[in-house]
T-cell receptor
C-alpha cells in the first residue's frame, strides 16, 4: 500500500481551465501539506492542514484552494489555470506535535498548462 | 528567519569517489535537519535526519551527515559513489514546535560518472 498517494500523476490542460489534484495518506498522520516544485527543482510550501484545520497558507494566488474533508485527505483545486502554474505538485504528510516530524511525500502530480 | 543554503546546482563525481554535498542553515533556535533524495520522476524520500544527541548521523544507502553547530552546517557524505546515487539531494530545516514548517534548499543534482 502506498503511504501517500496522489492522483492524477500527470495533468495536461489549457489556460483558463479548472483542475483538481487529490491526495490521501494511510500513515495515520495528522498534518498534510501541498508543495510546489518549479522547473529549477525549488520546493515551496503552499498549504498545510492539521486535523482538517488550515495552519500554513503561504502567499499563493487565491485561484488555489485546498480542501481537507478529513485528516487523511487533502485536495488541491486550481481555478483559471495560467502558464506559470506548470510545475510538479507534491503532497506530503507528517505528525506534528512532540515529534521529529519528517515529511513523507507522494510521487508528485506534474501539471502542464498549455 | 530560517533558511537553507546549498551551493551549486550540479555536482559530478566519479563512480567510487567520495560524495560531499554541502548544506548550511540559518536558524534562531536549535533546528531539526534533514536530507532528502529525489530520484527522477519520484517524490522525495528521507535519507537521514538530525534532531538531538549524536551529531554524526547515519542514513540509508551508506550516506551520513554531521551536524556542526559552530559552522551551522549539515554536510552529506558517502565514501564511495554508486551509479544509483544519481539524483537530486535536498537539505531541509525545521524548528521544534513550529508545526513542522520546513525550509528546503535548492538541490543539487548529483551525477555519477562511470
Amino acid at each position: 500500500d502506498t503511504a501517500v498517494s496522489q492522483t492524477p500523476k500527470y495533468l495536461v490542460t489549457q489556460m483558463g481551465n479548472d483542475k483538481s489534484i487529490k491526495c490521501e495518506q494511510n500513515l495515520g498522520h495528522d498534518t498534510m501539506y501541498w508543495y510546489k516544485q518549479d522547473s529549477k527543482k525549488f520546493l515551496k510550501i503552499m498549504f498545510s492542514y492539521n486535523n482538517k484545520e488550515l495552519i500554513i497558507n503561504e502567499t499563493v494566488p487565491n485561484r488555489f484552494s485546498p480542501k481537507s474533508p478529513d485528516k487523511a485527505h487533502l485536495n488541491l483545486h486550481i481555478n483559471s489555470l495560467e502558464l506559470g502554474d506548470s510545475a510538479v505538485y507534491f503532497c506530503a504528510s507528517s505528525t506534528r506535535a512532540g515529534s521529529t516530524g519528517e515529511l513523507f511525500f507522494g510521487e508528485g502530480s506534474r501539471l502542464t498548462v498549455l | 528567519a530560517q533558511s537553507v543554503t546549498q551551493l551549486g546546482s550540479h555536482v559530478s563525481v566519479s563512480e567510487g569517489a567520495l560524495v560531499l554535498l554541502r548544506c548550511n542553515y540559518s536558524s534562531s533556535v536549535p533546528p531539526y535537519l534533514f536530507w532528502y533524495v529525489q530520484y527522477p520522476n519520484q517524490g522525495l524520500q528521507l535519507l537521514l535526519k538530525y534532531t538531538t544527541g549524536a551529531t554524526l548521523v547515519k542514513g540509508i544507502n551508506g550516506f551520513e551527515a554531521e551536524f556542526k553547530k559552530s559552522e551551522t552546517s549539515f554536510h552529506l557524505t558517502k565514501p564511495s559513489a554508486h551509479m544509483s546515487d544519481a539524483a537530486e539531494y535536498f537539505c531541509a530545516v525545521t524548528l521544534r514546535g513550529t508545526g513542522n514548517q520546513f525550509y528546503f534548499g535548492t538541490g543539487p543534482s548529483l551525477t555519477v560518472i562511470p
